[in-house]
């Protein structure tokens, strides 16, 4: 018998943002019970995180979860805003069961299913889908002397906008595409230096988010089939070409230079033994799945990931692990790449679960 504190439930989703979504969307068409526990206090999921100027680099009808387009831009491609309007909405015409804020603090097994905690409430289910990101869980690589450092150092979970940098010298850490557009719009206020493990690689200018997808869906549907294809340079970790990077380039300003070896407690030093003198370090060098509530499981392998098959995990057949990038599935982090693994992550619940 279930107290005040336990509802019971087919399965819990936890998350808010678009995994969760996309993956509540298939699962109403089922009869299964299922709510959706958000640790923000609003719509938006780890969009509501972005720096204030994100844009999207594919126009909308290429940045939708399923069941509903994103409505377009009247100018140019989707803000953040525009985005976290658009998943505040999704929610709204679906009338998903979501409860938020509520932080799920564990995950445990049951004679008869999982018990989700999450503080004193707890929801037992036959099924959990972990939907939780990256966003909570940001990585920064270890550097000598880091600790020493008495300068600003933050990481871009954590960067809203440039004017905070106005005249002081600034290090954006990183090589991605959040490494180039902080860089861009911080190089317009600050002394700024772009550092990058390698020489960064910048797509076309006429290549954005659409083509990256194609190219993913290409190279997912040849392993599903056992092939190997050659695609042109270019995948989603490479610089698109948006125009904020566009202008850094004309200003003359879109150059990087190699790591710095240690900090200093008022620099760094660089790799021919010069120091610099710094006021503040962006580290714009990506995130990690955020799985802690996954801890009480053992599930977690050496990687800080979970072994599966498909997004079921293999040491806990309840389990499933929908958004977290590659390892979940091709482009399964991104707006529209999630749609594919959460219907077929639906499908293999609703076959689990039903009779």
Same mark, same amino acid.
């Given at each position: 018998m279930l107290d005040q504190q336990t509802q019971a439930v087919d399965v819990v989703i936890i998350g808010g943002g678009q995994a969760a979504l996309s993956v509540a969307y298939f699962l109403r068409r089922s009869e299964l019970s299922f709510v959706i526990l958000d640790g923000e206090p609003a719509p938006g999921g780890a969009w509501r995180h972005a720096w204030n100027s994100l844009r999207l680099f594919s126009p909308a009808t290429w940045s939708s979860i399923p069941g509903w387009?994103?409505?377009?831009?009247?100018?140019?491609?989707?803000?953040?805003?525009?985005?976290?309007?658009?998943?505040?909405?999704?929610?709204?015409?679906?009338q998903f069961a979501l409860q938020r804020p509520v932080w799920v603090d564990a995950v445990q097994r049951t004679g008869t299913g999982?018990?989700?905690? !999450?503080?004193?409430?707890?929801?037992?289910?036959?099924?959990?889908?972990?939907?939780t990101g990256t966003w909570r869980n940001p990585f920064i690589p270890v550097y000598p002397g880091?600790?020493?450092?008495?300068?600003?150092?933050?990481?871009?979970?954590?960067?809203v906008e440039p004017q905070a940098f106005a005249g002081k010298t600034v290090l954006v850490v990183g090589g991605g595409n959040s490494? !180039?557009?902080?860089? !861009?719009e911080v190089s317009t206020v600050a002394n700024a230096t772009w550092v990058t493990p390698s020489e960064p690689l910048f797509l076309p200018d006429e290549v954005d988010g659409r083509v990256l997808f194609e190219r !993913?869906?290409?190279?997912?549907?040849?392993?599903?089939?056992?092939?190997?294809?050659?695609?042109?340079v270019g995948g989603l970790g490479d610089v698109v070409m948006v125009p904020p990077v566009v202008e850094a380039r004309e200003r003359g300003v879109l150059k990087a230079v190699r790591p710095f070896t240690r900090f200093t407690p008022t620099g760094v030093v660089w790799a021919d033994g010069t120091q610099a003198q710094v006021d503040a370090v962006i580290w714009c060098t990506g995130f990690r799945p955020a799985l802690a509530h996954l801890a009480t499981l053992q599930v977690l392998n050496e990687q800080g990931t979970v072994d599966v098959e498909g997004t079921r995990s293999l040491k806990e057949p309840r389990l499933w692990l929908v958004g977290y990038g590659e390892w979940t599935g091709a482009a399964s982090a991104t707006l529209i790449g999630v749609t594919r693994t959460a219907r077929s992550s639906a499908a293999e619940i609703v076959e689990a679960l039903q009779p």
């Open positions: 387009m994103m409505p377009p831009m009247a100018q140019g491609y989707p803000t953040r805003e525009h985005v976290i309007d658009y998943l505040s909405q999704y929610e709204q015409r679906y999982l018990r989700v905690q !999450a503080g004193e409430r707890y929801w037992d289910a036959r099924a959990v889908v972990s939907a880091a600790e020493l450092f008495a300068g600003e150092q933050l990481h871009s979970a954590d960067y490494g !180039a557009q902080i860089f !861009a !993913a869906t290409a190279r997912w549907k040849a392993l599903q089939e056992g092939r190997t294809i050659e695609q042109p």
